[in-house]
Every structure is written in C-alpha cells, then in structure tokens.
C-alpha cells in the first residue's frame, strides 16, 4: 500500500505505473523485471501469477458478476456484439471488489 500511495502522488498521468513515455501503461515485462531484481524467482512469483490468483479469489470467495471480475483485469471483450453495447465502466463495483480484494489481502498478511 506504501508503494501505492506513492505511486499516486507522483501520478502525472492515466495510469499508476506508467511504460515509457507515460501514455501505456508498464509493460508486464517491466513488471517481471522488477520482480526478478527483487530476488523473487520465476517459480514463486510472476505478474501473470497475482492476476491468476486475484481471479481465482474472485470466483470461489465472492458473489461478484464475471463481468466485474473481467472488467477490473482490463480483459478485452471478444464477443463483438457485447462490446459494441457495453458502455458503462463499471467503476463503482469495481472499486468495491478491490477493497473486498485488499481487505483479504490484509486479513491474509496478520493470520
């Protein structure tokens, strides 16, 4: 949460953590990167393994609607008549899964 707050005052753009030249966001290999540097080795950490698992949290513990999940994991919508009607962000229950989503997170840190 630290890095977070920080990240959010120094926020001169759209995204959190933004790639070079601030207008995509990191790159997941950036990403990999830091986490490698961080002495986290490949079998026990990777960007893609916090996703996994916030989905699969997602799924088992909660009773949100697929649609929020998916949205809140920027997932792209391949159905091409639903994106084409989907107008809305989503951005109130989204907001809500991720305080549920630190909540846990926190709860899971102190047991």
Not at 54 to 68: G, I, L
């Amino acid at each position: 949460m630290t890095i977070v707050e920080r990240a959010t005052e120094l926020r001169t753009g759209d995204y959190l953590f933004p790639g070079a030249g601030g207008r995509k966001p990191m790159s997941d290999a950036t990403m990999a990167k830091a986490l490698r540097e961080a002495g986290v080795p490949r079998e026990r950490g990777t960007v893609h393994g916090l996703r996994s698992t916030f989905r699969d949290w997602a799924t088992e513990e909660t009773s949100v609607a697929n649609e929020v999940v998916e949205m809140a994991l920027a997932h792209a919508i391949s159905n091409a008549v639903e994106r084409a009607y989907r107008r809305g962000d989503l951005l109130r229950k989204r907001r809500e899964l991720m305080r549920v989503w630190q909540a846990y997170l926190e709860n899971g840190l102190q047991g």
